[in-house]
């Protein structure tokens, strides 16, 4: 039956709202639990949030801080881990024990709903126009680049410090927001100007692959070969985005296909058992990461806006998966992208993590393949009364309540400005000199936090400048910057040691990375060489 049913879906490949067309599957059984069980968990839920909020509302982080840290430890939101809302509003489903710290629908509304410090990504639509199958020099973008009602302009002032991302899977061919890669450059251009010029402070996203494979290395390489043909600058993404599965790539079978404008007929030809193989999908994290710094953006975030078991439980149990299976996947891929870690490779600004942030799919689709079971596995929730848990969302909440509250402060990198100083001789200068900060852990620190810098030349330690105090941010690499002037230097080196949270106030997983020190040099000649990029 399950052969067949894959054999069935060789010409189109799934069809769902929002989500790419790839394989006509089956979805997995829920946990069906009794109307009074789900009643009576709700009723006890209700209780138990309702007291939460009370003391939450009489609590601040500064006039309590270990008080705040006993309540954040208990139920959190954790901003590595979020999740795809597909079907209705977040709010309708108990998700504090999951412990979600942002989330995507795959739109841009001007009031996102944030509940309890859950974060929005938002999603900007766009999509390359054809007539038939030639493909056309014009596109559509949703919202509209305008400042009217509904167009992206109030949008983006009314949301500051987001994060936007520009299109869902422009290398999925005629679904999604299909698009060769010279005129994604021209959208990703046009959109990121205009939202930089109404938010300088806004992060903007790269639109995500379905899956970092070679094939679809060779489309964003080809994206990013074009944006500097037509612009003359390398691309500025703020943040790295990818979806991550596992789907074998040739054009008219199930899968995820070939990229439009890259002549192959095949790519990657991954099994469906390999659909679920952790060594698959570690392995893609890292040639993701490596590809990033091949082309100048290791120090780029990385966030995976959807992953999870896109094939039903169903079928996958006819090649010998069962759910424990499934499940252990899922916990062994949470566990990697929580902890992974590589040097040569990694984000500087999150101890070296792979990924930054991670997404699962979905909160609760549980659409219909059409023939009595469900199009999709790992989906967390029945999208109607009573909004039944899965066996899926029971394995995910067991997983988020292992993962700890973490603060991790540390100053990661330092600059001078200006950053070649130079001085006649005799002379002296007084630079500018910058520590940029970040908490690696995955949640917001608890109170405001101390910079202190020290001249530590010749085995000094004098203070430079006063204490810079950072009010709390959050986790995942998030980064702030803390500067002093240092007067009066001359010609020679000088060493700088740059503290954090001197004092110790704050709890942290890892308390000895918080100081560095690094050196500057005042010269009084320069010679400047040429840039060359690639």
């Known amino acids: 039956m399950v052969a ?26 829920d946990v069906r639990l009794s109307r009074w069980a789900i009643v009576l968990i709700a009723a006890m839920a209700s209780l138990v949030l309702l007291g939460l909020s009370s003391l939450l509302a009489v609590l601040t982080r500064d006039d309590h801080p270990q008080v705040w840290a006993q309540v954040a430890a208990s139920d959190y939101p954790n901003c590595r881990f979020g ?14 024990p999951m412990r979600f710290g ?31 199958s030639t493909y056309l020099p014009t596109y559509q973008i949703t919202p509209t680049l305008g400042y009217g009602a509904g167009e992206l ?35 990703y251009h046009d959109a990121y100007t205009f939202i930089k010029g109404i938010d300088p402070t806004a992060r903007v996203a790269i639109g995500a692959v379905i899956q970092p494979t070679p094939v679809r290395l060779q489309y ?66 890292a040639d993701m990461r490596t590809w990033m710094k091949e082309r100048g953006y290791r120090n780029t975030p990385l966030i995976i806006t959807e992953y999870g078991v896109l094939f039903a439980a169903d079928v996958l149990a006819g090649y010998g998966f069962t759910q424990t299976d499934l499940d252990n ?14 040097a040569n490779i990694g984000y500087p600004a999150d101890n070296y ?3 930054q942030q991670a997404a699962m799919y979905s909160l609760d689709d549980d659409s219909s393949d059409g023939s009595g079971g ?8 029945r999208s109607t009364w009573p909004y039944t848990i899965t066996a899926a969302g029971l394995n995910y909440q067991s997983i988020a309540q292992g993962l700890a509250a973490s603060v991790d402060l540390l100053p990661y990198m330092a600059v001078a400005d200006p950053q070649v100083p130079i001085v006649p001789p005799g002379g002296s200068i007084t630079p500018t000199f910058k520590a940029l900060v970040s908490n690696a852990g995955n949640s917001t620190m608890p109170v405001s936090t101390t910079v202190r810098f020290f001249d530590v030349t010749g085995g000094g330690n004098v203070q430079v400048g006063s204490d810079v105090t950072l009010a709390p941010f959050g986790g995942c690499g998030t980064v702030r910057e803390a500067s002093v002037v240092w007067p009066d230097l001359s010609q020679g080196w000088h060493s700088v040691r740059i503290e954090v949270d001197p004092a110790d106030q704050i709890a942290e997983t890892l308390e000895s990375n918080n100081v560095i020190t690094t050196h500057l040099f005042i010269g009084t000649n320069a010679v400047y060489l040429p840039n060359v990029q690639r």
Do not use: C
Request: no cysteine; proline share 7%; aromatic share 12%.
């Open 374 to 381: 469900f199009r999709w596995g790992s989906f967390l929730f």
């Open 4 to 29: 067949d049913r894959l054999g069935q879906s060789a010409q189109v490949v799934i069809s769902r709202m929002k989500k790419s067309e790839w394989l006509r599957v089956q979805g997995e059984k």
């Open 153 to 187: 302009g109030p949008i983006v002032a009314a949301n500051p410090g987001s994060v936007w991302i520009i299109g869902n899977e422009p290398d999925r061919v005629y679904y999604q927001d299909e698009s060769l890669p010279d005129m994604y450059a021209t959208i």
């Open 220 to 285: 964003l390489d080809m994206i990013l070969d074009a944006y500097r043909s037509q612009y003359g600058i390398s691309m500025p993404i703020d943040v790295w985005n990818v979806h991550l599965y596992i789907l074998q790539e040739t054009v008219y079978s199930w899968g995820a296909s070939i990229p439009p404008g890259v002549n192959v007929t095949t790519g990657m030809l991954y099994t469906i058992p390999q659909h679920v193989d952790i060594n698959v999908f570690t392995s893609l994290i």
């Open 102 to 132: 942002w989330y995507v629908n795959w739109s841009a509304p001007l009031s996102p709903i944030k509940p309890a410090g859950v974060d929005f990504h938002h999603t900007i639509r766009v999509k390359q126009d054809k007539s038939g």
């Open 329 to 342: 996947f899922v916990r062994d891929v949470v566990n990697h992208m929580n902890t992974a870690t590589d």
């Open 353 to 355: 993590r792979l990924v």
């Open 83 to 96: 999740v795809g809302a597909i079907t209705n509003p977040i709010t309708t489903y108990p998700i504090t």
